[in-house]
């Protein structure tokens, strides 16, 4: 669908201030601070200063969680944020409701009994975010993602993004007929958006524990409509030249 700038100079703000360096000065005041969140249910709420919220907001990490505090600023991460900042980015601990930390192999054993398909949607997430692009949840599409170029203040998404494993191709119960494939195409164009379709791969390694994540392959598709008219011939050009 092309990319689309929203307003006057947003390009230019975007160009000056590239998502790669916001997340970096994320990692390194998370770091410098020692944050950590603390889990709840199938999310991690994570409490930080104002410069940490104006970071987290900057490079669209969480939600802000309204609260009466007025020290401290709360936000609420998605598993597949926390568990990037934790274990990609390495700038976040998380801990448990007995206020101990808990390791890598303890906080994906946690994610994947509450979600089953966490280690697919994580992999997807981050490949994205390994890109920079910015990935927000696409449920109010219809979709796992939306993928956006910079903050979506400056730029509309661009991708409308399906997960799908290739072991149990359609396991979310999407695109396994054309005409399922034929309604998402149409509806990612109504609103201005290209489908993109992440087939992960564990390539028989499981999910036994995070490291097993680096060895999941992802391909990526690109769905379209096919218009007749985009293959026609240019009948304004004689034949032969003449």
């Known amino acids: 669908m092309g990319l689309r700038w929203k307003g006057k100079g947003a390009e230019v703000r975007a160009q000056a201030d590239p998502m790669s360096k916001i997340v970096s ?9 020692n944050a950590h969140g603390v889990l709840s249910g199938c999310s991690v709420l994570l409490a930080v200063e104002a410069v940490q919220s104006d970071l987290l907001n900057r490079a669209c990490f969480g939600r802000p969680v309204v609260t009466a505090e007025k020290d401290k600023q709360w936000f609420q991460l998605s ?25 890598d192999e303890e906080l994906w054993e946690h994610m994947t009994d509450k979600k089953s398909t966490f280690p697919e949607f994580f992999k997807a997430y981050a490949h994205l975010r390994m890109k920079n692009w910015v ?7 219809g979709v796992d993602y939306v993928a956006y170029r910079h903050h979506p203040s400056l730029v509309h998404s661009e991708y409308a993004v399906l997960v799908s494993t290739q072991e149990h191709s359609g396991e979310n119960g999407r695109l396994r007929v054309w005409s399922d494939v034929h309604c998402m195409v149409r509806l990612c164009g109504s609103v201005a958006k290209a489908l993109l379709v992440l087939y992960i791969s564990k390539c028989g390694h499981g999910d036994a524990s995070p490291s097993c994540v680096t060895l999941y392959s992802v391909e990526e598709r690109v769905v379209g409509r096919w218009s007749p008219k985009d293959c026609r011939e240019d009948h304004s050009i004689a034949v032969n030249g003449h």
């Open 79 to 103: 598993m597949e944020e926390a568990f990037y900042l934790c274990y990609i980015l390495k700038c976040l601990s998380i801990h448990g409701g007995d206020d101990h930390r808990k390791t």
């Open 25 to 33: 000065q994320l990692k390194l005041s998370l770091i410098e601070s």
């Open 135 to 141: 990935v927000r949840s696409g449920s109010q599409y």
